[in-house]
């Protein structure tokens, strides 16, 4: 018995010191970005330097430069495009789940629709949004970040529609309400965590997005991961600058993703697979 | 059920009742979304088939041909396409493969009881929220020969300095970094496949003795089959799609050791402005796509029943 305690001990600390090692291996980057952020500019060429004195040099500049207006950008763009996909994602995933409108065909549809290649859409939307007169502008990145994050929001809530029983609504349309009623006033806020877990997710895609992003926008335009892109030099300032701007942008993601795990599972199911 | 279903047609929106658009409840829930994908990605995927037919470059737009197959049929005898496709398979062999490995041992060491459990596989599963463009520049510049904190490292320790982003290792390099942003993904969803298998094989095994290897070949695996199948696929379609470590990094090369199939597209319809011939090769990527997604829903589909 006392071998068999030792053993599982062995394989206790074995365990937790392989999991240590790949949470270590997940954090450094973080730190190491978070530091340089702070490394006074002459500094920066000397990697094994890592005591110093902070400074606040290049958020200064970060922050003084056109960087806010793109952060800015990605918000907007990030929040429309979830609303829209919402609106019009949140009804379809519930006839999908209710009604089995057009079967098992129409969810597989949807989910196909998310995994079509960007590069196959760029063309035209490009064209399109030439046409428009539209290049250059957030509309051109919110429709082309719809292509995506509207099966993907619809996807996500089937799993949370599938999982409400009937007899909520039913309840609710004996007591008067309409089938719309009940929908909205009985089914949705049942799932809300389930919508804000999709909301959150979806933006969280869309603020990461940068192929459509690069290609349809340009000056005042731009996202937030194409602004970063354009870091791309690396003379020596820069890393600074451009450390500045990823704890920027990953910051608000990380805080975000601690909210989405729990319910990504479920989502990503999208009512097909049970975990 | 059904039949109160049917006797609330006489709600002013029962599912039965036509609309005044002559669309039942459960299609009027649907119409917005179907009137949006039709907009935003049928027409689009329909017009870059036509597109794909015609000799249509960006700077000679009053001059588009009809070309038929001729985009499809150069693209076999296009070394760069080859070469772009050679680096994607590559690429998507390696990083899936390694993350799969990871992701499964990382899920089974979580499903044990450690201490400080939740907070391991929190911070464990953020690389994957994260933007491509700012993880693939991160590591361009922890990479870095001269900047980097990593190879100064190495040197430091075995004197010899390795060129992550050099002619041999720069694809590999790649791989790793896609290694680090997605075996999260793995990890996510091989965990979650863990936690929803029922206890009681394992309790049986316990009791007629099978060691711990024994269990997770002959219960943990086959019992986890389909879920795997899903990770693996959903995996490899995102893996065609990568772009954002490339463009952050090497751009396509040292010469096209890096050239991804995704990047090789960007640059054919962006720098070259020959739209025909890269919607020709994305629709080969579709091709791939779909035959993976039939797949998926094949196995996602296996799993439901």
Redesign the interface.
Known sequence: MGSYRLRAQVA?GL??S???L??L???F?YL??FL?SFKPPAL??R??VVRFTPTLVHWREVLGSDFPRYLGNSVIVGVVTVL?AL???A??A???S??R??G?R?R?GV???Q??????????????MYHLRLLDTLIAVI??H??FI??LV?WFLIGFFDEVP?DLE?QA??DGC???QA?YRVVVPVIRPGIAAAALFAF?LS?????FA??LTGGDSKT??VA??G??T?RGIE?GK??VA?VV??VP??V???F??RH??KG?GGG???? | MSELYRSSTNTSSGEGQASRWGLSFPYRLVAPLAFLLIAVLIYPLLFSFWVSLHDYTLTRLNDVRFVGIGNYARLLRNADYWVAMRNTLTFVILAVSLEFLLGFGLALLLHRALPFRDVFRSVLLTPMFITPIAVGLMFRFLLNSQLGIIPYLIRSLTGRSVDWFGPELALYSIVLIDVWQWTPFMLLLLLAGLESLPREPFEAARVDGASGWQMIRHITLPLMRPIILAAIIIRMLDAFKVFEYVYAITRGGPGSRTEVIQYHIYRVGFRFFRMGEAAAMAYTLVLITLLLTIVLVYTLRKEAR
């Open positions: 206790q365990a937790l392989v999991v240590l790949a949470f291996i997940v954090l980057p190491w970005l340089t920066l060429s990697p094994e829209i609106l019009a994602g009804p379809a519930y006839a999908f209710r009604f409108v057009g098992d129409a597989f989910l196909i629709a995994m079509v290649p960007p590069t196959v859409l760029i063309v035209p939307l490009f064209l399109l429709a082309a719809l292509t509207l099966p619809t009937r039913e349309m004996v309409t089938h719309w929908f969280v603020w990461n997005e940068v192929f690069l290609l937030l991961p970063i892109a870091y791309w690396f890393m451009m450390s990823i942008a990953i993601v990380l975000a993703s601690f989405i795990q990504l599972v990503l097909a697979v049970k975990f």
